[in-house]
T-cell receptor, first 109, second 111 residues
């Protein structure tokens, strides 16, 4: 089954404790992207990747890092999470349409 | 003007009604558009693509008005299962590297 997976689905952490949200797709898509969704603001792009070792900033990249060492994986790294990064995060991959992962609900206290 | 604007609603409509939402965009160079459906904080899923003047799929019709820079989504004979948030998606560049999502319009179909 074609899908995008994310882990963990839910995470509660404390300010400053580094965390990684994994994202993997089995559709051999070159393009992958991370979004955060907040009430009243919609989905905002954090980072995207056009292919292995090619990444670029989206609209809200501050406080996040990504890497793309393999085509299927695109992890999102928060080196020092802060409460304003509490949000619902979606990973997506794309050909002619976007395929989204199930989301990761992150709470930073 | 925001890049993509949608009325957040909610739109409360009775079963069987016809409902339409609009999405306005500011980038006149945008060539294609998408409507995504999102259920209660789950992942968005593609509903329809709009590449030219419009698209129709069963009870759903999407139309594009380039002159006025908006796309619309029409839902006929609303079902309870249509209750969801509908996101308008506008790629910012030809390669779709960056896209702008609308905040979504919430639809609640009531019995």
């Amino acid at each position: 089954e074609a899908q995008v997976t994310q882990n963990p689905r839910y995470l509660i952490t404390v300010t400053g404790k580094k965390l990684t949200v994994t994202c993997s797709q089995n559709m051999n898509h070159e393009y992958m992207s991370w979004y955060r969704q907040d009430p009243g603001l919609g989905l905002r792009q954090i980072y995207y990747s056009m292919n292995v070792e090619v990444t670029d900033k989206g609209d809200v990249p501050e406080g996040y890092k990504v890497s793309r060492k393999e085509k299927r994986n695109f992890p999102l790294i928060l080196e020092s999470p802060s409460p304003n990064q509490t949000s619902l995060y979606f990973c997506a991959s794309r050909t002619s349409q976007w395929y989204f992962g199930p989301g990761t609900r992150l709470t930073v206290t | 003007r925001k890049e993509v604007e949608q009325d957040p609603g909610p739109f409360n409509v009775p079963e069987g009604a016809t409902v339409a939402f609009n999405c306005t965009y500011s980038n006149s160079a945008s060539q294609s558009f998408f409507w995504y459906r999102q259920d209660c904080r789950k992942e968005p899923k593609l509903l329809m693509s709009v590449y030219s003047s419009g698209n129709e799929d069963g009870r759903f019709t999407a139309q594009l008005n380039r002159a006025s820079q908006y796309i619309s989504l029409l839902i006929r004979d609303s079902k309870l299962s249509d209750s969801a948030t509908y996101l308008c998606v506008v790629p910012n560049s030809g390669g779709y590297q960056k896209v702008t999502f609308g905040i979504g319009t919430k639809l609640q179909v009531i019995p």
